[in-house]
Each structure stands twice: as structure tokens, then as C-alpha cells.
């Protein structure tokens, strides 16, 4: 998602806590990768706190001429129930809730007026949702993380997980940030997962996990949340890197892979744990043709996935 609109200011910088997350990219990451990471985190260009930004369109972007593969790579769900999961299977998640948010709408660049209503969000108020972002080719961020998240209901449901979603496309825009945390909350989700693309600049690379601060103000309040969605922000992010072979960003987190964040309704009103993931930048060549590609696609959704499996099973 781009940094411009309503869940998305640029975050100050700061150095996160980076212990726990390099000890498990230790573990994972091969050698070769984790010795570029390292070069990455101290020497790699345009750690300026995500202050590329990004311009976000008021109108349907032009058609993608990227690879319009979703339907043809494995994993790939073809039924459409927004929320209502298909009953679960037997496994090792039986019993468990996941709540997957596919970030933005397809259909918000039709909704400007709705979308740009202001929403409480605990500290303050902000616009209900934005039309996220797209490559430069035209495939949008909205299109990508409808995809993520049905490659990853399809595997979480096989591990027996029940799984909703915030949204599948199935609603005229929305739902807004406020909603989409209800979504998770009102399921008594074990873990919710939002998925987006950022907008930043060219150059800037990578992916992070964004984490929900302390917040205690309003109808806002994370502390019994922060803890948890750290292990699971730290997890996520290791076995993102481990499946995909992307690197955390080399423009926010410090190198880390994690940003905390206190501006962000999504998780200010959650009350399970919750996480963002950033999984690349759609500005940027090299990182647009991983986001194109159905194949990193699934493999995108397999980390994400297995991140969200070692949290449930402790």
C-alpha cells in the first residue's frame, strides 16, 4: 500500500528491537542470503524511514499487461466467500480462527466519496479506506492481495484452520479500517493478518512487518495485543524470508523486517494479535516482477502462512 491516505503516513524513523528476528533469519536464511541481508542492513541505499511516497490514483488504472496468471498457478482459490470459511479440515490448526484482511477494494477507485468519509480510529479520525497502489504496469495492490490471501486460505484450511476474510472482492468498496478490525474481533480471531504492497520509490526493496504499538486512548487499546503480535509480526517475517528468499526493506525498520507503528486503525482497534505485512514495493522493477508473478505469489502465501502456523502452535 502506498504511505499516502488513510492507514498510511510515513512512520519515524527508529531502531527496532532486532534481536529475536535476527536470531530466527540466522536459523532460516541460507548463508549466502543472509550474508547479502547483512550488507543490506548496514550499507544498503535509501534507509530514510519511508519517506519515498507514492501517488495514489483517483481513477482505474490502466489494464496490467503483467502476467495474468492467478487462476493457473496451484494454490490459487477459486471460490469467492468473503468471510464464511469453508468447513475445516482436519489438522493440526482444528480449531482455530484466522482472519486474513486482503488490503483495499477493487472496487474503491468507483468510491471516492465513501472511501474518503473520516472513520474514528482511536487516537484520531482518517479516511475509511484508499485504492492502494499498483507497478507501473497497472496491476493493482488490490488485486494482488486478493490473491495472497486466497493462496493462503487454501493452505491454512488445509492445516484445519477456520479462515475468513475481511473482503473477496464481493462488496462495492471497503470495508473501512474501522470494519476491517471489527471483522477480526467479533471472530475472536487467534491471529489476523493484513496483506499489502507498498508504493515507494524506485530503489526501495524488500519487504516488512508492521506491528501495532502500545495505544491506549479512545476506543484504542492494544496493550494486551502488542506482545503476541510481536511473536507473530517475528515469525511471519522469518519464514517470509526463509520461503521467498526477499529481504526485509532496505528504506524502513532499520533493516530489521519490523516497524512498529501507533497510526494505523487496522491495529489500533484490534483486540487479538494482528500484524501488517508489506511484502514488496509494486514502485520499484525488480520487486514488481516478483509481485506479478503467480509462482512468488504462492510462495509469498506459503511464508506468510507457515508464519501464522508456528504462532497458533506455539
Not at 128 to 136: A, K
Not at 182 to 200: L, P, T
Amino acid at each position: 500500500m502506498s504511505y499516502v491516505g488513510p492507514d498510511f503516513e510515513p512512520p519515524q524513523n527508529r531502531r527496532p528491537r532486532r534481536g529475536p528476528l535476527t536470531v530466527a533469519l540466522a536459523a532460516l536464511v541460507p548463508g549466502a542470503l543472509l550474508g547479502w541481508l547483512v550488507y543490506e542492513t548496514v550499507g544498503g541505499p535509501g534507509d530514510d524511514g519511508g519517506s519515498g511516497q507514492a501517488t495514489v490514483r483517483s481513477s482505474p488504472p490502466a489494464a496490467s499487461s503483467a502476467p495474468s496468471d492467478d487462476a493457473k498457478e496451484p494454490g490459487a482459490s477459486p471460490e469467492p466467500t468473503p468471510s464464511a470459511s469453508a468447513p475445516a479440515a482436519s489438522g493440526p490448526l482444528k480449531g482455530k480462527v484466522v482472519v486474513i484482511d486482503p488490503g483495499h477494494n477493487p472496487g474503491n477507485f468507483q468510491h471516492a466519496s465513501e472511501i474518503n468519509r473520516k472513520v474514528d480510529i482511536g487516537t484520531n479520525s482518517k479516511e475509511c479506506d484508499t485504492t492502494g497502489t499498483s507497478t507501473n504496469d497497472g496491476y493493482t495492490e488490490a488485486k494482488f492481495t486478493l490473491d495472497v490471501a486466497h493462496r493462503m486460505r487454501t493452505l491454512l484450511q488445509k492445516q484445519g484452520a477456520t479462515v475468513k476474510l475481511t473482503q473477496d472482492g464481493d462488496r462495492p468498496y471497503g470495508p473501512c479500517v474501522d470494519e476491517r478490525a471489527r471483522i477480526g474481533n467479533q471472530a475472536k480471531a487467534d491471529a489476523v493478518v493484513s496483506i499489502h504492497a507498498d508504493g515507494s520509490g524506485a530503489g526501495n526493496r524488500g519487504f516488512h512487518v508492521i506491528l501495532p504499538g502500545s495505544v491506549n486512548a479512545g476506543d484504542a487499546d492494544t496493550r494486551a495485543i502488542v506482545g503476541p503480535s510481536r511473536d507473530l509480526g517475528e515469525r511471519v517475517a522469518g519464514r517470509f524470508v526463509a520461503v521467498t528468499g526477499s529481504a526485509p526493506s532496505n528504506y524502513v525498520g532499520d533493516g530489521g523486517g519490523l516497524v512498529t507503528r501507533k497510526d494505523l486503525g487496522g491495529l489500533n482497534l484490534s483486540t487479538v494479535p494482528k500484524v501488517f505485512i508489506e511484502c514488496g514495493n509494486m514502485r520499484d522493477s525488480k520487486d514488481a516482477a516478483l509481485l506479478t508473478s503467480g509462482a512468488w505469489r504462492q510462495k509469498a502465501a506459503q511464508g506468510i502462512s507457515e508464519g501464522i502456523v508456528s504462532f497458533l502452535r506455539g
